[in-house]
């Protein structure tokens, strides 16, 4: 860079731009913004684009996004404290899209100039020849990241590898390089194999989660090309996501316990009432397509609010507890469902049960919230009791009105259940087989 410090102090503006443009290097000059403010003719060959598409325009914004974060930091603090950079790698997308790899040399101009201080820079093409020495001092920056980082040619041998990938693999960079991927990570080998053919085709490699050694890593590949376009290696980086996917895990948990808590009633642990009319559907649609009947049976606790009254809230949902433990322990085929209604209403869904089997499942019911024995001192009967209406529907013309037929059972045993507790209470009614016309 010294000699191209002293030709730009000395040599006149017309002269430096003729030799600047018959230079096979780009050359190149940025304002403290970062900014192009000129740029050489050679960078049509390098980049693709002419040299006035790019006065004013960033240089960072030549860039892959993650290259512009990883390299940015590191160009805009050399310009800003007026310091050189030499043989920095990084990489720019060509105006035809393509990913090209670039080796650059750059200082602030001696004595700076009018309106701030310029910054100037010679970038070259990384060809497949020169790879290995044009890296060489990758690890000045590369070190600075705490992420792993390394280069490796197309057979995946380590070109270079920065302190941080030295560390997974418990050796030092001069140790890593040189070596085949093989060696250290014999799944990682196949996935670069896999990558470079990827490469070949002009294919990108998308960013992909990589489990080594107990831990997750965000891999990210990208090739290195020559200047004809031949992938000539690849430039990786490993990411530890390992609490990361650790806190995914803990929020993946967390949420199927908030998606419990919004299916099943907090009271009871029963299927709430939105969930019922789910399954509701789901099952007397399944009547249809099996053509087998279903059977719906509602369910209230006898004289429950003057339970609650007596005995005070708490109390009463104990009761409910107790109660809904019961109704699950008889409720107890793969397909059969109890669900808390409302209040003091419970509801079963029994799948391929005609109205006699529904019945002995009512009376098993009735039976087993009687046997709790749970006193009840404004009850006539002493103790709390169940009242339950029973209504099936049997073979589902497939034509028919589905929501209608829902509707018609669903009113069906609530009627009958109105009927079981006007004949005194802890009693079952059954309206039969409902007929949908």
């Known amino acids: ?20 443009d018959i230079c096979r290097e780009w050359v190149w000059q940025m304002d403290e913004s970062g900014a192009f403010v000129f740029s050489s003719a050679t960078v049509q060959n390098l980049v693709g684009f002419e040299p006035g598409e790019l006065i004013g325009r960033p240089y960072l914004s030549l860039m892959p996004v993650q290259e512009a974060v990883s390299f940015g930091p590191l160009l805009l603090d050399a310009m800003r404290e007026g310091r050189p950079l030499q043989r920095a790698l990084h990489r720019v ?27 100037c820079g010679i ?23 705490p ?32 070596r085949m991927i093989a060696d250290l990570m014999p799944d990682g080998a196949a996935n670069f194999r896999n990558d470079v053919a990827a490469f070949d085709r002009g294919d990108q490699v998308p960013d992909h989660e990589f489990v080594w050694r107990g831990r997750s890593y965000q891999v990210s590949v990208r090739p290195v090309r020559d200047d004809q376009g031949h992938a000539i290696g690849g430039a990786v980086s490993f990411t530890d996501i390992s609490i990361y996917k650790r806190a995914e895990r803990i929020l993946s948990a967390a949420n199927e316990r ?3 808590t919004a299916e099943r009633d907090f009271l009871t642990g029963l299927l709430n009432r939105r969930q019922f009319e789910e399954v509701y559907r789901i099952e007397v649609s399944a009547a249809r397509r099996e053509q087998a009947p279903v059977s719906l049976l509602i369910m209230d606790v006898d004289q429950f609010k003057a339970y609650n009254d007596h005995y005070g809230h708490p109390a009463g949902d104990i009761c409910l507890q107790r109660v809904a433990k019961a109704l699950a322990r008889v409720v107890a085929r793969p397909r059969d469902v109890v669900c808390r209604y409302g209040g003091e209403e419970f ?61 018609m059972l669903l009113e069906a045993a ?19 087989s409902v007929n949908v016309t």
């Open 123 to 145: 970038c070259r093409l990384v060809g497949e020849d020169d790879i290995a020495p044009v890296v060489g001092d990758v690890s000045a920056y590369s070190n600075l990241f």
């Open 93 to 119: 997308i060509r105006k035809d899209g393509r990913t090209v790899l670039l080796d650059m040399n750059a200082a602030p101009l001696p004595g700076g100039q009018e309106g701030g201080r310029i910054y």
């Open 258 to 260: 908030l998606q419990a």
């Open 147 to 178: 992420v792993a980082l390394f280069l490796m040619n197309r057979e995946g041998r380590f070109i270079r590898v920065n302190e941080a990938f030295a560390q997974l693999v418990n050796l030092t960079p001069r140790d890593v390089e040189g």
């Open 414 to 432: 609530d009627g009958a259940l109105y009927q079981a507790k006007a004949r005194g209470r802890n009693s079952i009614c059954s309206a039969g």
């Open 347 to 407: 509801v079963a869904i029994l799948p391929s049960t005609h109205p006699a089997g529904a019945m002995v499942v009512a009376e098993r019911l009735r039976k087993a919230v009687w046997e709790l024995n749970i006193p009840h001192a404004r009850s006539g009967l002493g103790r709390i009791s169940l009242s339950i209406g029973v209504a099936s529907l049997m073979r589902i013309d497939p034509a028919s009105d589905m929501a209608r037929r829902r509707r």
């Open 1 to 20: 860079m010294s000699g191209f410090e002293a030709a730009v102090g000395q040599a006149d503006d017309a002269r430096i731009a003729e030799i600047m």
